[in-house]
């Protein structure tokens, strides 16, 4: 079945340091890309929606100066986050949609958990 | 706006109970609904999914009945296994043919399944 591949699973850094996690369609094609953000024991929060070709568009109340989204080709979505501090540290999932097939759930990567010191 | 509204957990079961999860939404127009299944350090896996009023979503001994009456879908199984124990979270996502694929998730729902 359709693959999701999120790389690494795991970064613990000093605060200021900038991270960046990559989202991969792995046998299909994505023209939009899903970028969330999970706090400990708490529901999936929509960061933004990643368009191939395109700006990301980003929820009410997320930087985007602070969340660099990039989607330069249909099998890849980067989320960097810039100058990270303690409170961004968190459980970042992404997900994509087969382009082909419009109507199908999304499929969602195995989740990078961010640490910052 | 919409939103979905799960049942508080955690919910503790003995293996081989019968499992309910509540589920209600809120939505303008006709959204398709889901479960994902997140076990633990891991991202999200589909467990099921309805797309219109009365369709029934199953897979893996799991089921649930996309009620627009009581604007509902809650998750049920009959015998609960140590293995099902993980974190379920119900979604929406808008309907028609604009739809941005964007879902809206409930808070989540803790099994724990005791042997």
């Known amino acids: 079945g359709a693959v999701v591949s999120q790389h690494p699973s795991r970064v613990i850094c000093k605060s200021g340091t900038s991270v960046k996690i990559e989202c991969r369609s792995l046998?299909?094609?994505?023209?939009?890309m899903f970028w969330y953000r999970q706090f400990p024991k708490q529901s999936l929060m929509l960061m933004a929606t990643?368009?191939?070709?395109?700006?990301?568009?980003?929820e009410q109340g997320v930087e985007k100066d602070k969340f660099l989204i990039n989607h330069a080709s249909l099998t890849l979505s980067t989320l960097t986050v810039t100058s990270a501090h303690p409170e961004d540290s968190s459980f970042y999932i992404c997900?994509?949609?087969?382009?082909?097939?419009?109507?199908?759930?999304?499929?969602f990567g195995d989740g990078t958990r961010l640490s910052i010191l | 706006g919409n939103s979905v509204t799960q049942m508080e957990g955690p919910v503790t079961l003995s293996e081989e109970a019968f499992l309910t999860i509540n589920c209600t939404y809120t939505?303008?127009?006709?959204?398709?609904l889901f479960w994902y299944v997140q076990y633990p350090g891991e991202g999200l896996q589909l467990l099921l999914k309805?797309?219109?009023?009365?369709d029934k979503g199953s897979n893996k001994g799991f089921e649930a009945t996309y009620r627009k009456e009581t604007t509902s879908f809650h998750l049920e199984k009959g015998s609960v296994q140590v293995s099902d124990s993980a974190v379920y979270f119900c979604?929406?996502?808008?309907?028609?043919?604009?739809?941005?694929?964007?879902?809206?998730f409930g808070q989540g729902t803790t099994l724990q399944v005791k042997p």
């Open positions: 046998d299909f094609q994505a023209t939009t």
């Open positions: 990643s368009n191939e070709g395109s700006k990301a568009t980003y």
């Open positions: 979604a929406l996502r808008e309907g028609g043919s604009g739809n941005t694929g964007k879902l809206i």
């Open positions: 309805a797309t219109k009023a009365d």
């Open positions: 939505a303008t127009g006709y959204p398709s």
């Open positions: 997900s994509a949609r087969d382009k082909d097939r419009g109507n199908q759930p999304q499929h």
